[in-house]
């Protein structure tokens, strides 16, 4: 049913925590599941020198959650609001079509976590 690279990441999850002075933070939720991610953010010279996620869900919203924090890591703002959730579960070589939606909350909450970031750089230039 998964991918070896789901079930890899799945057991042995990359970054996980959480990182106290982030400068974006972002959470989406599934209602329909209930399960919930967080993705933290640093970011120096407009690059994410480092992130990581809290999940409170299924094993596939463990394992997208450890890939995005992967491709995102080390790519400025620009390249990481490009990850889509397609690339994600592709990246994964793919996911159970009713697991799809695990892996739209890594994407999604990647997104929320750098339109903070850019809300928070914004006020302080104001
Ligand atoms: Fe809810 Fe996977 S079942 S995120």
Redesign the pocket.
């Known amino acids: 049913m998964y991918s070896e690279k789901v079930m890899e990441h799945f057991s042995n999850p990359r970054n996980v925590g959480e990182i106290e002075d982030a400068d974006g933070v972002g959470t989406v939720g ?1 209602p ?4 919930l991610m967080t993705i933290y953010i640093k970011v120096k010279d407009n690059r994410i020198e480092d992130i990581k996620f809290k999940t409170f ?2 094993g ?2 463990i394992a997208t959650s450890s890939m995005v924090t992967e491709m995102a890591m080390g790519k400025t703002i620009e390249e990481a609001l490009e990850i889509t959730r397609n690339d994600v579960a592709n990246e994964l070589e793919g996911l159970p079509p009713v ?1 799809m ?2 892996s739209n ?1 890594a994407a999604d909450a990647l997104h929320a976590a750098i339109e903070d970031y850019k809300k928070k750089l914004a006020e302080k230039e104001t």
């Open positions: 599934n329909v599941c209930g399960d869900g299924c596939a919203a697991k939606h695990c909350l």
